[in-house]
């Protein structure tokens, strides 16, 4: 069956509006940061929010003055349902969600070295064991209840374990009890250094802290979002200097 001029033309019209649709679709909507008023709601753990929230509010202070930002503590079980209703608009955390509906992004990765105070008997020894290192009393953040921390898995796999004298909620609190005290903690390089805390090396090959910027495939085109992303990527790109 040969199709009429009139029916190719109909469809020819069909295909440029379809066209139209796509390209309407897979361009981002505009966003002016300078004018638009908009809060952006944030799942971030408070040694990210020590990172990255100082940088973004300069950035927002400088072009953005009508944006806000709101930082909340969500469960990992909650996270994708938080981001797919709008209440969360990003996540960052160590662990990508299993769901076909979240795209991710690698946005920082330290190494781990080991915190003390000024003075520290750990810092006499002139080449430091696993052994010295375990010696010591630590420690130990985590906002869970249990489970074992990246370190310890590793750890656990050579045979060893830390002596936990203490297990705090914070990040933000431990360099005031690790300089008050004989403990140490078991962080990242940059936060040792942001920090002013003395710290050694450990000798064995621990994979890499990495932390993950993650949103919802429904944001993709959103001017905004993107905008906010690129912010956050920035920020976390500063950290590490």
């Known amino acids: 069956m ?49 990172r990255v929230l100082p940088f973004i509010m300069k950035e927002i202070y400088k072009d953005a ?9 969500y469960m ?3 996270q994708v349902h938080a981001l797919s ?9 160590p662990i990508i969600p299993r769901s076909n509906e979240i795209n991710s992004e690698k946005v920082f990765e330290d190494d781990f070295v080991v915190m003390h105070r000024e003075g520290h008997d750990l810092s006499k020894i002139k080449d430091v064991t696993v052994d010295d290192i375990l010696d ?30 203490l297990r705090c909620q914070h990040f933000l609190i431990a360099p005031t009890i690790i300089q008050s005290t004989d403990l140490v903690l078991m962080g990242t390089r940059s936060f040792a250094k942001r920090n002013n805390m003395p710290f050694v090396e450990i000798p064995i090959e621990i994979p890499l802290m990495e932390y993950f910027l993650i949103w919802h495939k429904s944001d993709e085109g ?17 950290a590490q200097r």
Do not use: C
Not at 7 to 33: K, Y
Not at 85 to 93: A, E, P, R, S
């Open 2 to 50: 040969v199709p009429t001029q009139k029916t190719e033309n109909m469809i020819q019209d069909v295909q440029s509006a379809l066209t139209l649709i796509q390209q309407s679709v897979n361009e981002p909507d505009t966003f002016d940061p300078s004018s638009t008023k908009r809060n952006f709601k944030l799942s971030l753990g408070d040694v990210s929010e020590g």
């Open 65 to 73: 003055p009508n944006i806000s930002i709101g930082s909340f503590a």
């Open 76 to 78: 990992r079980t909650d």
């Open 85 to 93: 209703t709008n209440n969360l608009d990003f996540v960052v955390d």
């Open 136 to 165: 010591q009393n630590h420690l130990h953040v985590s906002g869970r209840k249990r489970g074992l921390h990246l370190i310890d898995v590793e750890l656990d796999k050579i045979g060893y374990r830390r002596k936990v004298a």
């Open 222 to 238: 959103d001017g905004g979002h993107i905008w906010m992303k690129d912010l956050i990527i920035r920020a976390f790109k500063d």
